[in-house]
C-alpha cells in the first residue's frame, strides 16, 4: 500500500450524497436495457493522463509533483501500486496504457524490452489479485525524438523498424495481460509541409505496417479487437487518420476493413469538424465501431484539452448511437481526460474520474430511454417511409427514371425536417 491517496474511502452509490467522492447516477448493478450498467459502460482509467502526465501543456511545464516521477523501475512499480489502489477506490473495471507509461525509457530497444516485460508481470500479479482488467494496450510512437517524422511514416526505414519492434513487443504485453483491444494512433503519422513529403510513399508504409501488426497479432494468438483511433492533426499539420471516412478508405485501401475497427474520441470528433454522434453512427454504419475515448475539449480554446467530460446532453447523444450500434462487445468507455493543471491534490484525481462516471450515467440512462420509448426511431422511419415503397427506384436507370417523373408530370413538394421538435424530443430525456 502507498499513502498517496491518504485514507480516503472506496467510492459508492448514494443518489443523496452531499460530497465530492459518491456516484449519485452510477450504480453498477443498475439494470438498463437488460444490462448491468457496468457491462453497458464498460469504465477504462487512462494511465498515461492519469499518472504519467505531470501537468505541462504548450506554454508551461510541469505543475504536478507526484512520488512516482522519474526513470528508475522501483518508481514505475510505485505507480503501478498507486494506480491499482485508484482503481479500487473508483471500482473501475478496466484501464489502458502505453507502453511508456508503465515503464522508463532506456538506451536501447533491448533494454526498453526487458523493463516492459518486467513491469507487464508486476500489472498482471496485481490483476491477478483482483485489481481491474486490461481494455487495450498501446505503443507511444509519438513522444521520443526519434518519431519526430512519424513512426510507419517515417522516411528513415531504421525508424520504421524500431517502431515495429515496439509494437511486437506491445502486442506480447497487451495479449499476456489479457487485453481485448489492441489501438494504434498515429499521432505523429502525417506531415507539417508537403515539401518534403511523398504522401504516397508514406501511406504505402502506414499501411504495410498496420498488416504487420494485424498478422503479428493473430500469429500469437490475440483474439481482441484491433483499433485505430483517428485524428485530424496536432500535433502534425495534417493527419493520415483523419476521421472515421478517411480511416474506413485507408483500410478498404489496403483490404483491412473486416480486420481493424476504430476507437474514436470525442474531441479529436470536434477537431476534425464533426459531432462525437456523428463519428459514432458512421462507424457503425460501416461495420467498424469499437471502442470510445471519452473527454471533450474547451471549446473556446479549439484545441484537444482533453477535460473530463460534464455535459450530459453530449453524452446522452453519444452513447445513443452507442446503443444503436448494439454496444460495446471488446470496447469501452476509456477516460483519455486529464485534471487541469491547477488541480494539484491527490483527490481532484477522483473526483474527476467520479463526475465524470455519473455524467456518463446519466448520459446513457437518457439514451436507453430515448431508444425504447423510440420517439426519434419513429420519426426517422416515417421520414424514409416513401422509400420503402419505391425501393426498385435504385436498381432503375436514368432514362427510366426520367421517363417515370415526365409521364407523371408532378413537382414533388418539400417536407418539413421537424429538426427543433426532434430537439425538443432529446430535451425531455436530459
Request: glycine letters at 8%.
Amino acid at each position: 500500500m502507498t499513502d498517496f491517496f491518504g485514507d480516503i474511502a472506496p467510492v459508492r452509490f448514494d443518489p443523496n450524497a452531499s460530497d465530492d467522492l459518491s456516484y449519485r447516477h452510477y450504480d453498477p448493478d443498475e439494470m438498463v436495457m437488460g444490462k448491468r450498467m457496468e457491462d453497458h459502460l464498460r469504465f477504462a482509467v487512462a494511465w498515461w493522463h492519469s499518472f504519467a502526465w505531470p501537468g505541462g501543456d504548450p506554454f508551461g511545464g510541469q505543475t504536478f509533483e507526484r512520488p512516482w516521477f522519474g526513470d528508475t523501475m522501483a518508481l514505475a512499480r510505485m505507480k503501478a501500486d498507486v494506480a491499482f489502489e485508484m482503481f479500487a477506490l473508483l471500482g473501475q473495471p478496466f484501464f489502458c496504457f502505453h507502453d511508456v507509461d508503465i515503464r522508463p525509457e532506456a538506451d536501447s530497444f533491448a533494454e526498453n524490452t526487458r523493463r516492459l516485460e518486467e513491469i507487464t508481470d508486476y500489472i498482471g500479479q496485481k490483476m491477478a489479485a483482483g485489481g481491474p482488467q486490461l481494455l487495450w494496450g498501446t505503443a507511444n510512437l509519438f513522444s521520443n525524438r526519434r518519431y519526430m517524422a512519424g513512426a510507419a511514416t517515417n522516411p528513415d526505414p531504421d525508424v520504421f523498424a524500431f517502431a515495429a519492434a515496439t509494437v511486437k513487443t506491445c502486442l506480447d504485453a497487451t495479449h499476456k495481460l489479457g487485453g481485448q483491444n489492441y489501438v494504434l494512433w498515429g499521432g505523429r503519422e502525417g506531415y507539417e509541409t508537403l515539401l518534403n513529403t511523398d504522401l504516397k510513399r508514406e501511406r504505402q508504409q502506414a499501411g504495410r505496417f498496420l498488416s504487420m501488426a494485424v498478422d503479428y497479432a493473430r500469429k500469437i494468438g490475440f483474439e481482441g479487437a484491433i483499433l485505430i483511433e483517428p485524428k485530424p492533426q496536432e500535433p502534425t499539420k495534417h493527419q493520415y487518420d483523419y476521421d472515421v471516412a478517411t480511416v474506413y478508405g485507408f483500410l478498404k485501401d489496403f483490404g483491412l476493413e473486416k480486420e481493424v475497427r476504430v476507437n474514436i474520441e470525442q474531441g479529436h470528433a470536434i477537431l476534425a469538424g464533426h459531432s462525437f454522434e456523428h463519428e459514432l453512427a458512421l462507424a457503425a454504419a460501416l461495420g467498424i465501431f469499437g471502442s470510445i475515448d471519452m473527454n471533450r475539449n474547451d471549446y473556446q480554446s479549439g484545441w484537444d484539452t482533453d477535460q473530463f467530460p460534464n455535459n450530459v446532453p453530449e453524452t446522452a447523444l453519444a452513447y445513443y448511437e452507442v446503443l444503436k450500434a448494439g454496444g460495446f462487445t471488446t470496447g469501452g468507455t476509456n477516460f483519455d481526460s486529464k485534471l487541469r493543471r491547477q488541480s494539484l491534490d491527490p483527490v481532484d484525481l477522483l473526483a474527476a474520474h467520479v463526475g465524470a462516471m455519473d455524467v456518463c450515467a446519466r448520459g446513457l440512462k437518457a439514451a436507453a430511454r430515448m431508444l425504447e420509448d423510440g420517439a426519434l426511431e419513429t420519426a426517422r422511419r416515417a421520414r424514409y417511409a416513401a422509400w420503402d415503397q419505391q425501393r426498385a427506384l435504385l436498381d432503375s436507370d436514368l432514362a427510366s427514371i426520367a421517363d417515370r417523373v415526365m409521364a407523371e408530370g408532378t413537382n414533388p413538394a418539400p417536407v418539413s425536417g421537424r429538426q427543433e421538435r426532434l430537439e425538443n424530443i432529446v430535451n425531455r430525456y436530459v
